[in-house]
T-cell receptor, first 112, second 115 residues
Framework: DTGVSQDPRHKITKRGQNVTFRCDPI?????LYWYRQTLGQGPEFLTY????????KSRLLSDRFSAERPKGSFSTLEIQRTEQGDSAMYLC??????????FGDGTRLSIL | AQTVTQSQPEMSVQEAETVTLSCTYD???????LFWYKQPPSRQMILVIR??????QNATENRFSVNFQKAAKSFSLKISDSQLGDAAMYFC????????????FGQGTRLTINP
């Protein structure tokens, strides 16, 4: 069990650029989640995958956001045309059915 | 929609003392999970304790225990013999047992341990 891995740890980009984050879940975890956490707040749910299927998306996930989990292993979260309000910590978590979620270290996104 | 409320933005306790963090939640479901997660300055969220709603017995994990009051929709965390390493943000969270089991978090309580 090597834990949930996220890359990069920190991303700085200019407004309007596209960014992509990667999450490698714990092996054999069939569930994968993305959350967004702004400073001083609790994480908010963005989207959920069961294996390779994206089964739920939050209304927070505008059409500029897209997530994939090809082959049910790693996942990517892409943000197109970044805006100031996208600055946040993006957390990935994984779990097996009915087991607690394990979180990665997160990717901190800073928009200049 | 489910909501989770933590009314204590900050708490402090002397090392070796006991502290209780409060959490209330709202749901129409009868069976669900409740969690306390700890987020140290390194920012990785770590599970502290989990409670299943249908279990009346309060969960315990070493120095950590909960007081689960289902009718009152209250879920507090007690930390006994506080240690410097307990300093962190603590988040209370709810998840349904069905479907995505996505977590709904409270706003967090920052716990400071005074030596």
């Amino acid at each position: 069990d090597t834990g949930v891995s996220q890359d990069p740890r920190h991303k700085i980009t200019k407004r309007g650029q596209n960014v992509t984050f990667r999450c490698d879940p714990i092996s054999e975890h069939n569930r994968l989640y993305w959350y967004r956490q702004t400073l001083g707040q609790g994480p908010e749910f963005l989207t959920y995958f069961q294996n390779e299927a994206q089964l739920e998306k939050s209304r927070l996930l505008s059409d500029r956001f897209s997530a994939e989990r090809p082959k049910g292993s790693f996942s990517t979260l892409e943000i197109q045309r970044t805006e100031q309000g996208d600055s946040a910590m993006y957390l990935c978590a994984s779990s097996r059915d009915f087991q607690p979620q394990h979180f990665g270290d997160g990717t901190r996104l800073s928009i200049l | 929609a489910q909501t989770v409320t933590q009314s204590q933005p900050e708490m402090s306790v002397q090392e070796a003392e006991t502290v209780t963090l409060s959490c209330t939640y709202d749901t129409s479901e009868s069976d669900y999970y409740l969690f306390w997660y700890k987020q140290p300055p390194s920012r990785q969220m770590i599970l502290v304790i989990r409670q299943e709603a249908y279990k009346q017995q309060n969960a315990t994990e070493n120095r950590f225990s909960v007081n689960f009051q289902k009718a009152a929709k209250s879920f507090s965390l007690k930390i006994s013999d506080s240690q410097l390493g307990d300093a962190a943000m603590y988040f209370c969270a709810y998840s349904p047992k069905e479907g995505a089991q996505k977590l709904v978090f409270g706003q967090g309580t920052r716990l400071t341990i005074n030596p």
